[in-house]
């Protein structure tokens, strides 16, 4: 979206009013401090088990959706990064509202999907495995069913670790990249020790996330997107972007993956310093200069200053990501039940005021619209000119992980199940 937004204040009035808590983890959350009500939530996943509908009508038996670009579909095989986002938007609605259709179409796609169980050359195994057969098995307590195949994915993801460099390789070329985004991979791995009681899996995420905190991040707690390393000796041969403006400039899907990355690792460890680490990722993010007030960034912190002599600079200083909205949304969401007081009563509001954007014009499709996908106006990256002001599967996925687990602070219950 390229206009720049009117100053909105959606829940201004409302955030003045809220009494600080002093309640214990995880239910620092009552449900006084909660703006959002049941009927605005329900309202949203009613119109996402809709949109999910008019999505699933158009997706060919052996493909996984992508986008909607141009009046058109864009589909993906399986081995493509994005492939368990789908089904796990209709089990996460199956969760919601109990239509075994929607379960029914989540199987048939794990079905093509667990082939990838095997695939070596992918750091993104979490993304494609756990946010699906992961919630299938949370869902359904099938072990028999999906318990092989997320341990099979957790052992070919492992087989990219590198003791040397103490991380997970991400992608092939380069000299051994690993990108923020490899953080949301981890909790595949912690799962998968959970699973199969053996610590290996959780011990590498660990020794990853520790990696990536000393090195990705700046000490304003912005993120590089790669550090390239040298797999002989672990030391960095490069700090650079991919999908960023530039190398020293902050990408907000990045910045998104990495806070959500670091909550995580906290509720799976226990481990204070990555609490402490998110607190401060969050602070960077929700008190940037450049952060528009519905809180859906521009696709690079950084965008909006660019120079004339970027090459993003003449049409992409103004473009917005719903996607690393909605990651921050779940995110915080999540980080708001660890931590006390007005900190979390930010973390909350937060994502309360991105929820109440994404849920309306311009972000939320009319429905029956934009392909049957619920959000618009993602980036993929514009660097590489693709996917550009367009709805993005994983946008819809966080989106409805977040509403569902704000559903869950509405319930009074844990917001991760
Ligand atoms: N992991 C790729 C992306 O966030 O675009």
Partial sequence: ????????????????????????????????????????V?????????????????????????????????????????????????????????DEELLELAKDKLSILEKEKYNKGTHDLGFMLYCSFGNA??????????????????????????????????????????IID?????????????????????DIAVTHANTTMVNHYRPDYSSYHVIDYNPEDGSIVGRKTAQGAFDESAWARGQAWGLYGYVMMFRETGDKAYLEFAEHVAAFLLNHPNMPDDLVPYW?????????????????????????????????IELSTFTEGAEGDEYLHSAERILEGL??????AELGTNGG?????????????????????????????????????????????
Wanted: net charge neutral; hydrophobic share 40%; proline share 5%.
């Fill in 182 to 202: 490899n953080m949301m991979n981890l909790e595949f791995l912690t799962q998968a020790s959970k699973l199969s009681g053996d610590s290996k899996y959780r």
């Fill in 137 to 178: 098995l949370r869902l359904t307590g099938d072990t028999a069913a999906y318990r092989e195949i997320l341990l099979t994915g957790a052992e070919s993801l492992i087989t990219r670790y590198n003791p040397t460099v103490k991380a997970i390789r991400s992608w092939e070329g380069w000299t051994y990249p690993v």
């Fill in 359 to 364: 849920s309306a014009a311009p972000y939320k």
């Fill in 42 to 98: 329900d309202k949203q996943l009613a119109d996402a088990v809709t949109q999910i509908k008019v999505l699933a009508d158009s997706v060919p038996t052996d493909r996984l959706p992508r986008t909607f670009q141009g009046d058109s579909s864009v589909f993906s095989n399986t081995s493509w990064w994005t492939s368990g986002f789908y089904p796990g938007s209709l089990l996460y609605l199956y969760e919601y509202s109990g």
């Fill in 373 to 417: 996908f619920i959000l618009k106006y993602s980036v993929g990256s514009i660097p590489h000119n693709s996917e550009i002001d367009v709805p993005l599967t994983y946008a819809d996925y966080y989106y409805i992980e977040a509403l569902m687990r704000y559903r869950r602070l509405l319930d009074g219950k844990p917001v991760v199940g």
């Fill in 300 to 332: 690079d912190f950084d965008a909006p200053g660019l120079s004339a002599e970027s090459p993003y600079a003449a049409h992409y200083k103004t473009n917005r990501d719903a996607s690393a909205a909605a990651i921050m949304a779940s995110a915080l």
């Fill in 1 to 40: 979206m390229m206009i720049a937004f009117a100053k909105r204040f959606l829940l201004a009035p409302l955030m003045v009013a809220v009494v600080a808590s002093a309640c214990q983890n995880p239910a620092h959350n009552t449900n006084d401090n909660l703006q959002l009500s049941l009927e605005f």
